[in-house]
Nanobody, 117 residues
Framework: QVQVVESGGGSVQVGESLRLSCAAS????????LGWYRQAPGKQRELVAY?????GPEYSDSVKGRFTFSRDKNTATLQMNSLKSEDTATYYC?????????????WGQGTQVTVSS
């Protein structure tokens, strides 16, 4: 099994910054991709940013230029600048992992980000 642990959420004002962190662990697993998704109340979960192990990050249009995603093997961070009220959501780290030829998807428990004006 893979464990996914997120940290760094909180409450901030519009225009401020937050940094989210994600760490994946699991014996014998290769972590093929790590990414951040978010889900606001009453809305579907959506991609924020992710990166495969061999490629650079990709971002949703709504966060380009404001958020920066970085990963290093089994950890991923999301630096969120110039936050807007519409960024308010629960943020989830998603990990695609492989072991012995099998692919699996794992989610963290979620961390709340609240942006108020």
């Amino acid at each position: 099994q893979v464990q996914v642990v997120e940290s760094g959420g909180g409450s901030v004002q519009v225009g401020e910054s937050l940094r989210l962190s994600c760490a994946a662990s699991g014996s014998g697993f290769s972590f093929l991709s790590l990414g951040w998704y978010r889900q606001a109340p009453g809305k579907q979960r959506e991609l924020v940013a992710y990166a495969k192990s061999t490629e650079g990050p990709e971002y949703s249009d709504s966060v380009k230029g404001r958020f920066t995603f970085s990963r290093d093997k089994n950890t991923a961070t999301l630096q969120m600048n110039s936050l807007k009220s519409e960024d308010t959501a629960t943020y989830y780290c998603r990990v695609r992992a492989a072991r012995a030829g099998e692919l699996s998807l794992y989610w963290g428990q979620g961390t709340q980000v609240t942006v108020s004006s």
